[in-house]
């Protein structure tokens, strides 16, 4: 069965300093995307950033970018230079054949001031 | 480009009311998505349309939620009749192929 783990329910981070959030998940495809959403205290679902699994290159999306590691099944998002406004919890998620996401359990970061 | 469009953003029922929540997706996403998140939790999928046909409803608890997609645009879901377990958030998210987009949600609480 396709699974999506995120072992960390909370993590902490200094403002202007670099987090990691860890992901890993279980799929028999050979060719997929993940994604990490935030999901702010207003609730909204926001798109983070996307990898596509037969890219070799590490997606990098302004001060968030993924350590993606194909083999170990592994999706981190790091954040640099973290802000107030990184504060949610955020999900990784893995859509399987039709499209049909699978979501983590949730990492809350908080941005300590 | 305007989002999903969700309404209402908040509802308070009693249990054993029904209720009734609309999403408008983004124009042009074939695909559109009903999930429910329990507080504490990543969401679930609900169902799951390509234009106005079901492609997953296996979450669906079918004895009391039901959803439809009129003309493959926006779509309604709704409980009825309403347990204390529904409460939660419900969102709706469109799709043009694999990254889903969604919109700002409609808190339920049951009461």
Redesign the interface.
């Known amino acids: 069965a396709q699974t999506v783990t995120q072992s960390q329910p909370e993590m902490s981070v200094q403002e202007a300093e670099t987090v990691t959030l860890s992901c890993t998940y279980d799929t028999s495809e050979s060719d997929y ?1 993940l ?1 990490w ?1 935030k999901q702010p205290p ?6 983070v950033i ?1 990898q596509e699994a037969y890219k070799q290159q590490n997606a990098t999306e302004n001060r968030f970018s993924v350590n993606f590691q194909k083999a170990a099944k592994s999706f981190s998002l790091k954040i640099s230079d973290s802000q107030l406004g990184d504060a949610a919890m955020y ?1 990784c998620a893995y ?1 399987s054949g ?4 699978i ?4 990492t809350r970061l908080k941005v300590l001031a | 480009e305007a989002g999903v469009a969700q309404s209402p953003r908040y509802k308070i029922i009693e249990k054993r009311q029904s209720v009734a929540f609309w999403c408008n997706p983004i124009s042009g996403h074939a695909t559109l998505y009903w999930y429910q998140q329990i507080l504490g939790q990543g969401p679930k999928l609900l169902i799951q349309f390509q234009n106005n046909g079901v492609v997953d409803d296996s979450q669906l608890p079918k004895d009391r939620f039901s959803a439809e997609r009129l003309k493959g645009v926006d779509s309604t879901l709704k409980i009825q009749p309403a347990k204390l377990e529904d409460s939660a958030v419900y969102l709706c998210a469109s799709s043009p192929g694999s990254e889903q987009y969604f919109g700002p949600g409609t808190r339920l609480t049951v009461t």
């Not at chain 1, 979501?103 to 949730?106: D, L």
Request: glycine share 10%; charged share 15%.
């Open positions: 995307y994604f959403y207003s609730r909204q679902m926001i798109l996307r999900f859509p039709t499209y049909k996401y979501f983590g359990t949730g």
